[in-house]
């Protein structure tokens, strides 16, 4: 949907339902739920309510998103390491 809408410009829920696998009113639902986040805006133009994606907010998204997945894989190769030594360290342990 942030795809379509960046790629739009400006988008109304029904042009948008149009073009996604799921009913208008999903895509109305989604586009409150991203208008709650601050990702999207919407506004009023006659009887149409266009949403158009806030890139200065979906940027901020995804640079808080890439520091976590950072963080996130910098536990799992430590917990990659403890599960290796442990295994090296009860392999050395074995009476042959």
Do not use: C, F
């Given at each position: 949907?942030?795809?379509?809408?960046?790629a739009?410009?400006?988008a109304?829920a029904?042009?948008?339902?149009d073009?996604?696998?799921?009913?208008?009113q999903?895509?109305?639902?989604?586009l409150?739920?991203?208008?709650a986040?601050?990702?999207?805006?919407?506004?009023?133009?006659?009887?149409?309510v266009?949403?158009?994606v806030?890139?200065?907010?979906?940027d901020?998204t995804?640079?808080?998103?890439?520091?976590?997945?950072?963080?996130?894989d910098?536990?799992?190769?430590?917990?990659?390491?403890?599960?290796?030594?442990?295994?090296?360290?009860?392999?050395?342990?074995?009476?042959?």
């Amino acid at each position: 949907m942030l795809d379509l809408l960046a790629a739009q410009g400006e988008a109304t829920a029904t042009t948008l339902a149009d073009r996604l696998p799921v009913s208008r009113q999903a895509v109305v639902k989604h586009l409150a739920v991203l208008d709650a986040a601050g990702l999207v805006s919407g506004g009023r133009v006659g009887r149409e309510v266009r949403y158009a994606v806030r890139p200065a907010a979906l940027d901020t998204t995804a640079r808080w998103m890439a520091s976590l997945a950072a963080d996130w894989d910098r536990r799992l190769a430590n917990i990659k390491r403890v599960a290796e030594a442990a295994e090296r360290d009860s392999g050395s342990a074995r009476p042959d």
